[in-house]
């Protein structure tokens, strides 16, 4: 078996501030694993932790407790860097040339000549940048200002791509190349982490995902798993004791409401009560739907602060 792009073991990071007294739990028993080659979206409300997981992934700052792995070497393996893309949360750049930027991380990670110029070229064209190339970047927008961002981050052409929530600032054609870039870095056999609270996006192009609400992993897997799980059926019958059964009742119809894993046994319970089924219909969830009861069932989406 390959080593996994990410490993995170029980992962817990607590923030203290010394001048309020008080502590913020941001990651609390967090473990996930990501496979290499697969494109995986990060998902959670805001505040939930997803930032300090990929700032700890990063080695920005260290864990209060458990450890990782980034392709297969310990968080904060300083040569290990080299191969990853890194695009922040919040980009913020020196006063210069958007070109000349890009060229200046791609030196950084011990890019030169022609391959150096080349490449930057490329990407600026792919990222719908090539115009403004000799512009400031501090005049850009916040939208142009995340493809100079992707543009850093994808120069070195590397083999794990970490962003923390790319797409939050550009304009739907934004979005739309910015899915493709990520489509042909995945059939590259390039590993993409994306973070994002854009649900229907993370849903068009990852391969699994994982829900993070509180500082911890609620769920993980494909798109598809994570709604099966969640899967349910409307069973309309009728000619049954309403006191058997729990559901709604109209015009002399009772509808019930059961997991798909109990559709069986609700139905044979209907039949030996002497009623009749109906009609069975599935009921389709979405994503945003297995978000809101999760971020619900733990009480809120938010961290809690804790005064000590
Ligand atoms: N440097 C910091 N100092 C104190 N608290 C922080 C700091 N950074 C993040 N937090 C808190 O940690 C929690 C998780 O934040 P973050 O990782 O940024 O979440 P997300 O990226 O999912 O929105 C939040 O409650 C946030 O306020
Ligand atoms: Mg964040």
Same mark, same amino acid.
């Given at each position: 078996?390959?080593?996994?792009?990410?490993?995170?073991?029980?992962?817990?990071?607590?923030?203290?501030?010394?001048?309020?007294?008080?502590?913020?739990k941001?990651?609390?028993?967090?473990?996930?694993?990501v496979?290499?080659?697969?494109?995986?979206?990060?998902?959670?409300?805001?505040?939930?932790?997803?930032?300090?997981?990929?700032?700890?992934?990063?080695?920005?700052?260290?864990?209060?407790?458990? *450890?990782?792995?980034?392709?297969?070497?310990?968080f904060?393996?300083?040569?290990?860097?080299?191969?990853?893309?890194?695009l922040?949360?919040?980009?913020?750049?020196?006063?210069?040339?958007?070109?000349r930027?890009?060229?200046?991380?791609?030196?950084?990670?011990?890019? %030169?000549?022609?391959?150096?110029?080349?490449?930057t070229?490329? $990407?600026?064209?792919?990222?719908?940048?090539?115009e403004?190339?000799?512009?400031?970047?501090?005049?850009?927008?916040r939208?142009?200002?995340?493809?100079?961002?992707?543009?850093q981050?994808?120069?070195?052409?590397?083999?794990?791509?970490?962003?923390?929530?790319p797409?939050?600032?550009?304009?739907p054609?934004?979005?739309?190349?910015?899915?493709?870039?990520?489509?042909?870095?995945?059939?590259?056999?390039?590993?993409?982490?994306?973070?994002? %609270?854009?649900?229907s996006?993370?849903?068009?192009?990852?391969?699994?995902?994982?829900?993070?609400?509180?500082?911890?992993v609620?769920?993980?897997?494909?798109?598809?798993? $994570?709604l099966?799980?969640?899967? *349910?059926?409307?069973?309309?019958?009728?000619?049954?004791?309403?006191?058997?059964?729990?559901? !709604?009742?109209?015009n002399?119809?009772?509808?019930? !409401?059961?997991?798909?894993?109990?559709q *069986?046994?609700?139905?044979?319970?209907?039949?030996?009560?002497?009623?009749?089924?109906?009609?069975?219909?599935?009921?389709? *969830?979405t994503?945003e739907?297995?978000?809101?009861?999760l971020a619900h069932?733990?009480?809120?989406?938010h961290?809690?602060?804790?005064r000590?």
């Amino acid at each position: 078996m390959t080593s996994p792009a990410l490993e995170f073991d029980n992962i817990t990071k607590q923030y203290r501030s010394f001048f309020h007294n008080e502590s913020v739990k941001a990651l609390d028993g967090f473990s996930l694993r990501v496979e290499q080659g697969e494109i995986f979206g990060f998902l959670g409300p805001n505040g939930a932790g997803k930032t300090t997981a990929i700032h700890i992934a990063l080695g920005f700052m260290f864990p209060s407790s458990g *450890r990782g792995l980034m392709l297969g070497r310990p968080f904060g393996h300083a040569a290990t860097r080299r191969r990853v893309g890194f695009l922040a949360e919040n980009v913020a750049f020196y006063h210069r040339p958007a070109g000349r930027l890009v060229r200046f991380y791609g030196a950084l990670n011990g890019m %030169h000549g022609p391959q150096l110029r080349s490449c930057t070229a490329e $990407l600026l064209k792919e990222l719908e940048l090539s115009e403004v190339a000799g512009r400031n970047a501090s005049k850009f927008s916040r939208g142009m200002l995340q493809r100079v961002g992707l543009a850093q981050a994808l120069v070195n052409d590397p083999e794990l791509l970490i962003l923390d929530e790319p797409t939050s600032a550009l304009d739907p054609l934004g979005r739309i190349t910015v899915r493709e870039i990520l489509l042909k870095a995945r059939n590259a056999g390039k590993t993409v982490f994306l973070s994002s %609270h854009l649900l229907s996006e993370v849903e068009q192009i990852c391969d699994r995902m994982a829900i993070v609400i509180k500082g911890r992993v609620a769920r993980v897997g494909t798109v598809s798993e $994570l709604l099966e799980a969640q899967n *349910r059926f409307v069973i309309t019958a009728r000619g049954i004791d309403e006191l058997l059964f729990e559901g !709604t009742r109209q015009n002399g119809f009772i509808k019930i !409401t059961v997991p798909a894993l109990g559709q *069986r046994q609700a139905i044979e319970k209907i039949w030996l009560a002497g009623g009749e089924v109906i009609a069975v219909n599935p009921i389709r *969830r979405t994503l945003e739907d297995l978000f809101v009861e999760l971020a619900h069932k733990n009480g809120g989406p938010h961290t809690e602060k804790r005064r000590q």
